[in-house]
């Protein structure tokens, strides 16, 4: 259970840029959560904005 | 075809007792019999949801220690109000071992806005050690005990037991 938990952690650390998983990571640990399928949500949507952004276009065209 | 729907209706109570989360199946007619540590709290209102589980309702189990702890995680993610949602919806909801915890504001908050939520729609069963002159000092924040004292009492029927302790040792 515990090697499962940290192979999934090691898998993050090495999925997702380094500044948003220490980020949500802190405030995961800062607030008691360990959960890490939503500790990957958190940095899902800390990156979100970088790795996804969508062309301004106008509807209209 | 009756037969198969009373199959599947059973089947339905039994995994809705089994996603309760009760620590034992004790039923009214078993339980031990509750206010001092031991005295059969526990027993007594796993009783009565096992009941409300049979009858078809909606019921969670859960130690008032892993609810605090569920809300505080819930603000690092933002999704307090999903589970408010879950936990507001239930048909009844046992908080066991209430008292006794250092609670943070946030904690006292969340809590408050669960049972302003529940209060008039659903049923909650708390079992305490503390009488309500002591829940000021548990959850801080007097006026909002105060609020929240009177919407738990508003309906509320508070069974107060005394008795031997039932972990009292037996060899």
Known sequence: MVALALRQLLRLLREYPREPFLDAAGEAGQYGLYDLDRLERMILRRVARDYFLLLDTDPHD | ?171
Not at chain 2, 37 to 51: I, W
């Open chain 2, 1 to 171: 075809m009756t037969e198969e729907l009373e199959q599947l209706l059973k089947n339905l109570k039994l995994r809705r007792i089994g996603r309760a989360n009760l620590p034992e199946r004790w039923s009214l007619e078993t339980f031990p019999y509750a206010r001092q540590p031991g005295v059969g709290k526990t027993g007594l209102a796993c009783g009565l949801l096992l009941k409300a589980l049979q009858n078809g309702h909606r019921c969670q189990f859960i130690r008032a220690q892993d609810l605090f702890d569920e809300m505080y995680a819930s603000l690092a993610d933002r999704s307090t109000r999903r589970l408010l949602n879950r936990l507001a919806r239930l048909d009844v909801l046992l908080i066991d071992e209430f008292g006794y915890l250092n609670l943070k504001p946030e904690q006292s908050n969340t809590f408050f806005k669960l049972m302003e939520e529940r209060y008039h729609r659903h049923s909650t069963i708390i079992t305490t050690n503390l009488v309500y002159d002591e829940w000021h000092n548990f959850l801080g924040n007097k006026p909002m005990v105060d609020a929240l004292l009177s919407r738990v009492r508003h309906y509320c029927h508070t069974v107060t037991i005394n008795g031997p302790s039932l972990r009292d040792p037996q060899g």
